[in-house]
């Protein structure tokens, strides 16, 4: 997938304030409108000035692009750096145009149509509009649930028409057994009313961060668990961490690497909780003294076996 760099697309550099951005994208619009002009790419074009423009225009959206940095040229392989967007709050329910690019998705995703505002009989009053962020919890927090105080970024216009950062602090209750994806939502947290309209709300999108022990598939938690060669080709019974307390678990004899023991019900709580697989990974003790080397040459005269017999070479 190719950058885009949206400021070269539209002639003009990162500090612009947000009435270049407009005179710059009507300058081209009409250039490369295809009932105008006579570019063969022009279509194409077109296109990504609009989407340029689409990401320019909004001062939420066009810092959050910042933030992926000045150091991208267009047409450079590219893929989000993780969790890029982490904690920045969008206004508005966002998008849904399918002419953007895959670049743009990648970045924004596609949500649905804007909420709109309503009129009273005598005066105009507008709900606010919703807001959405992407946050980073901790696993155990999908566990054991409670309070965490969470800090959102969000842009607005400053005084010279270039955007500002600004953070705000909330304390969100993280529910027991929330998953990837799930979104929480926080009423009238969103974008201000106008006159006797209310706030819009605020939908948190959950991710986990990354954890050194598990990854996370739906409501399953996983643990790649080291063994012995002993332990996987005798049997044993190990103490095994899970994000609810370490275990015991018994693992049979003739056991290979990369098999997979399910503790059932241990993974995200749930009405119907997910499970807790812990993957085998055989790990060899290094071969660091005479002992060791010995031990391994009399294990390979008293084992008769040929890890690449089914290769056929």
């Not at 986990?208 to 012995?228: A, N, Q, S």
């Amino acid at each position: 997938m190719e950058f885009k760099d949206y400021y070269d697309t539209l002639g003009i550099e990162r500090n612009a304030t947000q009435d270049e951005i407009k005179r710059a994208y009507r300058k081209q619009a009409r250039k490369y409108h295809p009932d105008v002009s006579k570019e063969a790419d022009a279509e194409e074009h077109f296109k990504l000035v609009g989407e340029a423009y689409e990401v320019l225009k909004d001062p939420e959206k066009r810092t959050a692009y910042d933030q992926l940095g000045a150091d991208w040229q267009a047409g450079q392989d590219f893929r989000p750096p993780p969790d890029w967007d982490q904690g920045f709050e969008y206004q508005g329910a966002g998008f849904s145009e399918s002419e953007f690019s895959d670049f743009f998705e990648s970045l924004f995703g596609r949500r649905g149509p804007r909420a709109g505002p309503t009129r009273g009989q005598r005066e105009y009053h507008a709900r606010g509009m919703d807001s959405h962020a992407k946050v980073l919890i901790d696993l155990e927090d999908a566990y054991r649930g409670g309070n965490r105080t969470l800090t959102l970024k969000h842009s607005e216009l400053g005084a010279d028409g270039r955007p500002v950062l600004r953070e705000r602090t909330l304390n969100v209750r993280i529910p027991k057994g929330v998953h990837q994806g799930q979104h929480i939502r926080l009423a009238k947290q969103g974008g201000a009313g106008i006159g006797e309209g209310g706030a819009g709300d605020l939908y948190l999108e959950i991710e986990f961060g990354r954890h050194p022990l598990y990854h996370v598939e739906g409501r399953d938690v996983y643990l790649d668990l080291p063994v012995t060669p002993w332990e996987a080709a005798l049997g044993a019974t190990v103490k095994v961490p899970t994000p609810s307390g370490a275990v015991d678990l018994k693992i049979p004899a003739n056991s290979s690497s990369g098999r997979k023991l399910r503790l059932k019900g241990r993974g995200i709580p749930a009405r119907e909780p997910g499970d807790f697989y812990a993957v085998l990974k055989l790990a060899l003790p290094p071969a660091e003294t005479e002992a060791a080397r010995q031990a391994y040459r009399d294990f390979e005269r008293s084992a008769d076996f040929n890890p690449r017999s089914r290769l056929g070479v």
